[in-house]
């Protein structure tokens, strides 16, 4: 997610290979959320119903409400916070990673990485990470759209550098 300009996260619609980017202009008008597409113009998400309120300042993608589908939370300045739940009807498969490393001071594994394998050969890779968007920060869960395909292999590459190998992920 971009918002006022600082890279936050992509949040993943569905399927594993399509990180579809969300942006959010930086000016005191009606909040406005694009739709990053690879290629071609940014679909605004209002034509979707998709609206933030004037002037919002934080954007920060999680999964409210446990279903594996990214929400949005934005909130204005003195304002109420907005939780744009995703309602969409997806079938597809996702994997929620709660990494943590309780013997260290970096009890939420900041920095790690974690590689998942799909059963077609697929390698996505993400950085646990509680950066936000401006004025804004995030959860550590790393969160994952499989599509239809299932789990092989995760590893997760801590900060000091050593790798760990978790198989047989259901």
């Known amino acids: 997610v971009v918002a006022n300009g600082l890279s936050s996260a992509t949040t993943e619609l569905g399927d594993a290979n399509r990180q579809d980017a969300l942006y959010r202009r930086s000016a005191d008008t009606t909040g406005r959320i694009w739709i990053n597409r690879a290629s071609g113009p940014w679909p605004a998400a209002d034509d979707l119903g998709v609206t933030l309120p004037p002037n919002a ?9 446990g279903d594996g589908r990214i929400d949005l939370l934005g909130v204005t300045p003195g ?17 929620g990673l709660r990494v943590v490393d309780p013997g260290s001071a970096n009890t ?16 996505l890779v993400r950085r646990v990470s509680s950066d ?4 804004s920060g995030r959860s550590t869960t790393v969160m994952l759209g499989l599509g239809d395909r299932s789990v092989s292999n995760v590893s997760v ?14």
């Open 132 to 135: 936000g968007s401006f004025q």
């Open 79 to 95: 304002g109420e916070p907005v939780l744009l739940r995703n309602e969409t009807e997806n079938e597809h498969e996702w994997l």
């Open 57 to 65: 300042k934080a954007l920060v993608p999680l999964d409210a409400d």
């Open 108 to 123: 939420q594994a900041i920095g790690a990485t974690v590689a998942v394998e799909l059963n077609d050969g697929t390698r």
């Open 157 to 170: 590459t801590w900060p000091d550098g050593t790798t760990q190998q978790f198989g047989d992920i259901p």
